[in-house]
């Protein structure tokens, strides 16, 4: 493509806080920039400098930050970030006081909530000390199964201002999903709701809280919090439980005792997705956290304060985690609770319109279903505050730029980004001062040295291969829970290429100093020994109006791999052989021969996890007949029936 489908005009430029950083680091360091890529590879080639310099134009607020920025410079795992501060997470995302809103909340139109900054500050307060009077320390594991509420964040806050450690699953895990997890860690205090709404329907969560109890020995205290808010809740249906009012009813608001903690202490434990065994429990330190979010948001996503800022999610993905630290820029976040087709596609427009939304965050899957759905929100929305529009979870289609310029808003940054729970953050990102190039993210973060290693180990651009990171950075992983020796940690990144990050995806960097995502890496497919990324193909089928998603593995037979295609479609669509037909030639046209399927098969529903993503691993362990460890991490796991001895697979 030779033109770009969206690039800033000079003042959208010249205001950006990307460009006021790249000032600040002419001026500190005596040296001029000639744009972004020059500051991205002084930011790799030079990141300590980097870091330190970030760190006071972030203002990050600790009681000693230290001379040294890195140790153990060269170890990957190993290097240890600002060694010698102190700092305290919630201390940094409560700085911004006043009556101005910190939160937003909208559970499904049902419930509507709101929180100024002082509001929460005080919230926060209560909670803390009603936390410290449950005995919890600094160390300790607090868990939350809440849904998307501002309970959740004010627990969060309330936790970390001590130290203890905070982890969360969202409410549609059912109980062995969460036993998985929370089981691992032992928290002390656990946190739930008593239900919460979805699809216009009232799930009660009270019934699993009663089964998590019995099964969780180490909670010596429960606290109940009711999905509106106002009401005491049903705390006393749980033996021993105490409502969140309850809780917090004989304390009053003072200033917070912000516990000063070393860079590197635990903050969160997050969950990989479960779907190939016990859930990983990633250990997040607090500096690390707040540093790589405050780069991410404020350059990245040129994140102001006052700016409104939405992500669609769940307390059980990380973009919860991520968007929870825009509260360090001064944002106000925008909260939302249930489904976003509910009672239509329209939701979570009519949200951003009523709120005067400046960042949208979605997923690329909801985009696609916007598409499908037909739906217009430019013609039917006022979205003239909306400048920024971000989408990860999986890649996003060059056709889904295509959408949401033509469909959702022209003049706007859409940055497609990606990373993931490994890092609590990004290696690829948008950028307010670089242009959108159709299926591209923008650009690799800041302080990042992000690869594209071939199966040799050397780094290439313009050819498909391995995303790496080749040097320490701050988000990386404390370690893993109950793993004394790292082992664990170790294998899962740094055996592939040896003192280098290996993430598991395929991808790609472009002429523009861009990304492309191919997939993930476990999930390519290798028909006659070519490599080839699931997304190439996604991108083709899911163009085809009968088509609404599809999945695609790799068959072992006869001594190589064939390519088998399920598509799930519109209803009252069948699956005939002229439509395979079109299937076919839409996918030869655009891709290679190599890239059509052997067969292609019509199912019903397509498993996922609870954050959206299609599990083609655990579908092709159903096709040959291997164990599927772990299906309570699915939001779906019924669906994988549907791929068990099809007898198409058997010819």
Not at 180 to 185: A, E, P, S
Not at 325 to 348: I, K, Q, R, V
Request: hydrophobic letters at 40%.
């Amino acid at each position: 493509m030779s033109n770009p489908l969206w690039q800033p005009d000079s003042a959208q430029i010249e205001s950006s806080n990307m460009s006021a950083f790249i000032r600040h680091v002419e001026k500190t360091h005596g040296f001029a920039l000639g744009g972004y890529e020059e500051l991205y590879h002084w930011s790799v080639n030079q990141s300590e400098d980097f870091w330190h310099t970030f760190w006071d134009f972030a203002g990050v607020l600790a009681s000693r930050r230290g001379g040294m920025v890195l140790e153990h410079p060269t170890r990957m795992p190993g290097a240890r970030w600002f060694p010698k501060a102190r700092l305290n997470f919630a201390e940094n995302l409560l700085r911004f006081r006043g009556d101005q809103a910190a939160l937003t909340f909208n559970g499904e139109n049902r419930v509507h909530r709101s929180l100024s900054r002082d509001e929460l500050y005080a919230q926060v307060s209560m909670m803390a000390q009603a936390l410290r009077q449950a005995g919890v320390q600094a160390g300790d594991r607090v868990a939350a199964y809440l849904p998307n509420t501002p309970e959740a964040m004010i627990a969060m806050l309330a936790s970390s201002s001590i130290g203890a450690i905070f982890s969360s699953c969202s409410p549609d895990f059912g109980l062995r999903g969460v036993l998985d997890r929370f089981g691992q860690i032992e928290p002390k205090v656990l946190f739930i709701a008593d239900g919460y709404y979805y699809g216009g329907k009232w799930f009660d969560s009270l019934d699993t809280g009663r089964q998590l109890l019995a099964q969780l020995p180490s909670v010596t205290q429960v606290v109940v919090a009711h999905y509106s808010g106002t009401d005491e809740g049903k705390a006393e249906s749980i033996p021993g439980a105490k409502s969140w009012q309850g809780i917090i009813r004989n304390l009053s608001a003072l200033d917070i005792e912000f516990e000063q903690l070393p860079f590197d202490h635990p903050l969160y434990i997050m969950y990989s997705s479960g779907t190939t065994g016990a859930p990983k429990c990633i250990v997040h330190g607090a500096g690390g956290t707040l540093l790589q979010h405050l780069k991410e948001h404020r350059l990245h996503v040129n994140l102001k304060e006052g700016d409104r800022f939405f992500y669609f999610t769940t307390c059980g993905w990380m973009m919860w985690n991520w968007l929870v630290s825009g509260l360090a820029s001064g944002a106000e976040l925008l909260l939302y609770d249930g489904s976003p087709f509910h009672p239509d596609g329209n939701t979570l427009f009519d949200f951003a319109q009523s709120t005067g939304m400046n960042i949208l965050g979605t997923s690329a899957k909801f985009i696609d279903a916007l598409g499908k759905a037909g739906l217009e929100p430019a013609r039917t929305h006022d979205l003239s505050a909306l400048r920024t529009m971000l989408s990860t979870g999986s890649p996003l289609a060059p056709e889904g730029f295509d959408y949401v310029y033509q469909h959702i808003k022209q003049d706007l940054c859409l940055s497609s980004i990606a990373g993931g729970t490994d890092i609590i953050s990004c290696f690829a990102l948008g950028n307010p001062i670089l242009p959108v190039w159709r299926g591209e993210l923008q650009c690799r973060g800041l302080g990042m040295k992000v690869d594209v290693y071939n199966e040799d180990g050397h780094p290439v651009t313009e050819q498909r291969g391995e995303l790496v990171c080749s040097a320490p950075f701050p988000s990386m992983p404390v370690g893993f829970w109950n793993d004394p020796d790292g082992s664990r940690y170790h294998a899962a990144y740094f055996e592939h290429f040896p003192n280098v990050w290996y993430h598991g995806d395929f991808v790609e960097l472009t002429s523009h100093h861009g990304m492309v995502f191919y997939g993930r890496s476990d999930a390519t497919l290798n028909p006659g020994g070519v490599r080839i990324g699931t997304a190439e193909i996604y991108r083709q089928v899911e163009q085809l109006d009968e088509v609404l998603e599809s999945l695609v593995i790799g068959q072992d037979w006869q001594g190589d791999v064939r390519v088998v295609l399920f598509v799930r479609l519109r209803e009252g669509i069948s699956l005939d052989e002229a439509l395979q037909d079109r299937i076919r030639k839409q996918i030869r046209r655009n891709t290679t021969p190599r890239h059509v399927p052997a067969k292609i098969i019509a199912v019903d529903d397509i498993p996922r996890t609870k954050s959206g993503k299609i599990v083609e691993l655990a579908v092709r362990n159903v096709v040959h007949d291997r164990p599927i460890k772990n299906r309570e991490a699915l939001a779906n796991p019924e669906a994988l029936e549907l791929f068990k001895d099809l007898p198409e697979l058997a010819c």
